[in-house]
């Protein structure tokens, strides 16, 4: 008698995490946003502004000595209970949780930053979120970029498209992947195939650790203000109003503190120091 080969089976996909209506009710009001009656682009395009105006763009727990755990009810915890804030692969995850909540379909994708020289980083380097309507609309949602644009991106598109962060497009590649440009320059390349929470795993460990990288070479805290853009690269504040840029250094442990309360909310009772070589920690 001869036996059959086992069937080959595909790896079990993870269930996207789902957010209950208090923990979607809590992120609302982090926000200062209201639940919207249908999961419509008029509806993300007002969550994608007030996110970028009240969660910081920051990599605080890097030098703070905190680990970076990708998993959504952790960063829930973060952004929402914490009130802090994150770098790409955090408040993008937090903000695709917020979003499935209220009925979009959203996906994660993986990004490569273009560097100055105009080659782009590592895989996973950045995460980006494919947002789908109820109408069916799909939307680049990205509110992980730091000076980027104010407003989803129509995804389909590949015209130019105005925003308050400039003019921005996406462009196809000869291999299939997508640019994203502003005001003509490269941003960031897009591979349009759907990823999962945890394959960005590695690119969010080098981001943590390497000296190739420069987020464990300084400090940032950064969001979107009605009238610009404030930014703390302690101990230096820069704030810019429309054209106009003023940048003062701050006197003293109390003056930084004092500015991420004032200007960010976070309540930090030890400040982040950047710190030289490798971090030791498990990347979880």
């Known amino acids: 008698m001869t036996t059959s080969e086992p069937a080959t089976k595909e790896p079990v996909r993870a269930e996207p995490f789902a957010a209950d209506a208090t923990t979607v009710e809590a992120y609302l009001r982090r926000i200062g946003a209201r639940r919207p009656e249908r999961a419509d682009v008029a509806a993300l395009r007002e969550l994608h502004l007030l996110h970028l105006r009240t969660v910081p ?6 030098h703070l000595g905190e680990p970076v755990v990708l998993e959504e009810k952790a960063l829930l915890d973060k952004v929402v209970g914490a009130r802090r804030g994150g770098f790409c692969y955090e408040v993008n995850t937090a903000f695709a949780v917020l979003l499935r909540g209220l009925g979009y379909e959203v996906a994660l994708l993986q990004g490569r930053v273009i560097g100055p020289n105009g080659k782009p980083g590592i895989p996973y380097d950045h995460m980006a979120l494919l947002v789908e309507t109820a109408e069916g609309e799909r939307w680049l949602a990205d509110v992980g970029f730091g000076d980027h644009s104010h407003f989803p991106l129509a995804f389909d598109a590949r015209d130019d498209q105005e925003d308050p962060g ?3 497009r996406i462009a196809e ?18 591979e349009p195939r759907p990823r999962e929470l945890a394959d960005f795993t590695a690119g969010a460990w080098y981001h943590q650790t390497s000296p190739d990288s420069h987020f464990p070479r300084s400090l940032i805290c950064s969001r979107l203000t009605e009238e610009g853009r404030i930014t703390l690269s302690a101990p230096k504040l820069i704030t810019r109003v429309r054209d106009e840029r003023e940048e003062r250094v701050l006197d003293g442990d109390d003056e930084v503190r004092n500015a991420y309360r004032e200007f960010f909310g976070i309540e930090l009772d030890v400040l982040p120091a950047v710190r030289s070589g490798i971090l030791n920690s498990d990347p979880g």
């Open 173 to 190: 590649t000869a291999d299939g992947d997508l640019d994203v440009l502003r005001d003509g320059k490269p941003q960031y390349r897009l």
């Open 166 to 168: 400039g003019v921005f």
């Open 57 to 62: 763009f920051e990599n605080l727990s890097i």
